[in-house]
């Protein structure tokens, strides 16, 4: 079983819709998790952090789900910008190496 | 502009060259790292300074050699590359090891090996 496994897509969503994507991972030891957002062509960048309580930031909320072993990123009201590759990533222990990132989400807004 | 600046940020290279990529942060940060980024798969780490250690993940070929003169600048070597080596590397630092450690990624480095 993979560490950190996505639906790579495409996900073909309409402009104002509103698509949810998963996340699961392998270790129940795992600590922190991110959704790391990537253009084409472009580098990784932070998107925001998972907390357990579930957290909101404008259009976009994350939830954890330590039970299951997932993680899931909601985007309401889309935009044509946010079309991008969303990397899961999870802390699965201390020390510089102990960050795993998914293969990512490809995500396709459409007009 | 992230902070993390990376040159070049294209390079072909024959099989027999010698090329370095550099990386430099702006950001006061202490680690440091490489990752590589090919098709289809996820990113890699390839290499970790920090102020407590040097990780390297052993899977990476000998051909890939990292220097990290000071917490603001990295190097990658390469010499003797393979076809299979050309990918997107990706530099990248973050503050401290915490749990919540955020990485900051510099544009990155198209390297494709002819």
């Known amino acids: 079983r993979k560490e950190v496994e996505q639906d790579p897509g495409p996900f073909n969503v309409p402009e104002g819709a509103t698509v949810a994507f998963n996340c699961t991972y392998s270790?129940?030891?795992?600590?922190?998790f991110f959704w790391y957002r990537q253009d084409c062509r472009k580098e990784p960048k932070l998107l925001m952090s998972?907390?357990?309580s579930g957290n909101e930031d404008g259009r976009f909320t994350a939830q954890l789900n330590r039970a299951s072993q997932y993680i899931s990123l909601l985007i309401r009201d889309s935009k044509l910008s946010d079309s991008a590759t969303y990397l899961c990533v999870v802390r699965t222990g201390g020390g510089a190496d102990g960050l795993t990132f998914g293969k990512g989400t490809h995500l396709i807004i459409q007009p | 502009e992230t902070g993390v600046t990376q040159t070049p940020r294209h390079l072909v290279m024959g099989m027999t060259n010698k090329k370095s990529l550099k990386c430099e942060q702006h950001?006061?940060?202490?680690?440091m790292y490489w990752y590589k980024q090919s098709a289809k798969k996820p990113l890699e780490l390839m290499f970790v300074y920090s102020l407590e250690e040097r990780v390297e993940n052993n899977s990476v070929p000998s051909r890939f050699s990292p220097e990290c003169p000071n917490s603001s600048h990295l190097f990658l070597h390469l010499h003797t590359l393979q076809p299979e080596d050309s990918a997107l590397y990706l530099c990248?630092?973050?503050?401290?090891?915490?749990?919540?450690?955020?990485?900051?990624f510099g544009s990155g480095t198209q390297l494709s090996v002819l």
């Open positions: 998972v907390y357990s």
């Open positions: 990248a630092s973050s503050q401290n090891r915490g749990s919540n450690e955020k990485l900051f």
């Open positions: 950001l006061g940060h202490n680690a």
């Open positions: 270790n129940s030891a795992s600590q922190s």
